[in-house]
């Protein structure tokens, strides 16, 4: 995942000319670090649409291709495929030279691993308009951090402008232009307008669930299966009042179909059970879903 310190270094605003419901984003990670005892960086890709990771690519895998995540990738065509083999290999051959440039720019040992990251995609708002972004970061520490450090280590009369230069035509390239234009405005739009089930929200399958844990105490554990988008919120009550301080609850975690599952857990006196209520609210939802262990 990128650094928190990541900094917006290049952003337009496009205004649609229909209104897409929600909000939506499209976002591509690419991560490479220095092998000293080999030329070629690790290079790990991955692209998500919204929460979902629709795309991976790793060249330590026995036979790196660009491979679909999700089902629905699968209806991409030939053409999709071939481009996207065109920018990995552009972005792999890139990372290198740039990983050597900046290693030699900042004096650093060329036996210890150095990390370049980038981040690029674009965000639909809820009023339609349509937000992209480029974002680089070298060893965990964003490009305009990175630059002031530079400078102030600079003597006197130097200049850093070949760094900075190689930085811009990151940011400038053709590639970056075309890429977000294209991806961020056209087959995002296609996606929402095809009406993909995967980009809008789907119902959480929800249900208590009972476990006996001793002679006087059970487990209520309220599951929500198979939602999306990821973010949820499930909330244990004893008569209207929060639980929180009391509750096991595990992360979101993928359900493998693109969807999303998630449970919290509450132990309460064995025949107390009708007093608990899970509430269960997420964004596909009218109003919160309110369970009980029948």
Not at 127 to 142: E, P, T, V
Request: with cysteine.
């Amino acid at each position: 995942m990128p650094p928190p310190t990541f900094l917006l270094l290049l952003s337009g605003v496009l205004v649609l000319t229909e209104t897409w419901a929600g909000s939506h984003s499209l976002i591509y990670l690419h991560t490479a670090m220095s092998r000293p005892s080999s030329g070629e960086p690790h290079f790990i890709c991955v692209a998500y649409m919204d929460d979902t990771q629709f795309l991976r690519f790793d060249n330590n895998d026995p036979s790196p291709k660009m491979e679909a995540t999700v089902p629905w990738m699968e209806l991409e065509g030939l053409e999709y495929w071939e481009s996207k083999k065109r920018i990995v290999k552009n972005h792999l051959h890139l990372s290198r030279l740039r990983l050597n440039n900046l290693q030699m720019y900042y004096n650093q040992n060329r036996t210890g691993s150095h990390t370049l990251q980038v981040r690029n995609g674009c965000e639909v708002g809820l009023d339609g308009s349509l937000s992209r972004f480029n974002q680089f970061a070298y060893d965990g520490i964003d490009y305009l951090t990175l630059m002031e450090e530079l400078r102030a280590r600079t003597p006197a009369g130097m200049e850093v402008q070949t760094l900075e230069d190689e930085w811009e035509e990151v940011i400038a390239s053709e590639f970056h232009t075309r890429h977000l234009e294209q991806e961020c405005g056209q087959w995002l739009q296609g996606q929402l307008k095809k009406g993909n089930q995967t980009l809008h929200a789907k119902l959480p399958k929800t249900l208590v669930t009972h476990h006996p844990t001793s002679e006087h105490d059970v487990t209520l554990r309220c599951w929500a299966l198979d939602f999306y988008p990821a973010d949820i919120t499930l909330t244990w009550q004893r008569d209207g009042e929060d639980m929180t301080q009391d509750t096991e609850l595990v992360e979101t975690r993928p359900g493998g179909n693109g969807t999303f599952q998630k449970w919290a857990a509450v132990v309460v006196p064995s025949g107390e059970e009708q007093r608990y209520t899970c509430r269960v609210q997420h964004e596909g939802l009218l109003e919160p879903r309110v369970l009980t262990w029948a």
